[in-house]
């Protein structure tokens, strides 16, 4: 069996004496797509911050590529080829759609590269190039984000909440940029509170609950065995 592109094993976590994550069990299989399900407070994005460096474990630990990361900051996982696309659309709203792509360039990617990238995955951002970043939709700034992790060239992509009050069409073709994506060898893990669209393009899925991963498997048993109440009311 090769070697996962993110493991993590028996992880806890905790603010202060709140303990949020009680021995987290995750494998990504590598060159796949994840879905991270479950209602809101049952640990997905505190678990997103300890495998992106942004928050320490008290116990357990996060293998990427095989290599023990924990403890490990976010710009070092950065260059192993960690990438995270955080809830609520990070870009600049005071600089065009050209300026925020080309500020990856900063970091050593080339500029036609970080444009291609972007244009490439999403047409509709080269129409919007010299337009403030800041007065485009939230679709369009969500693809813009996603545009400028993609330029990094990650091995392991996280996203959080990729959906959050974006109108479900907008989700939809997300989702199936998702899939192009994992089709060039991008692993991705998709934490999400509504199922459904992420499941369409997952190779598998887990479920978290009260801190912990109750279930995980190929998208139709995720489907099969897990009740409404369990997926947030969205599968």
Known sequence: MSVPILEVVDVHAAYGRIEVLRGVDLRVPRGSVMALL???GGGKS???????????????DVHLGGVNVSGAKPAELARLGLCTIPEGRSVFPNLTVEENLLLMSYAGVPAEQVLETAFGYFPRLEQRRDQLAGTMSGGE???LAMSRALA????LLLLDELSMGLAPLIVEELYETVGQIAQSGVSILCIEQFAKTALAVSDYAAVMVGGRVIASGEPDEINESMADVMLGGAA
């Open 152 to 155: 990094s060239d990650p091995a």
């Open 141 to 143: 700034q969500q693809m």
């Open 46 to 60: 505190t678990l997103l911050k300890v495998i992106s460096g942004q928050m320490e474990v008290t116990s357990g």
């Open 38 to 40: 479950g209602p809101n």
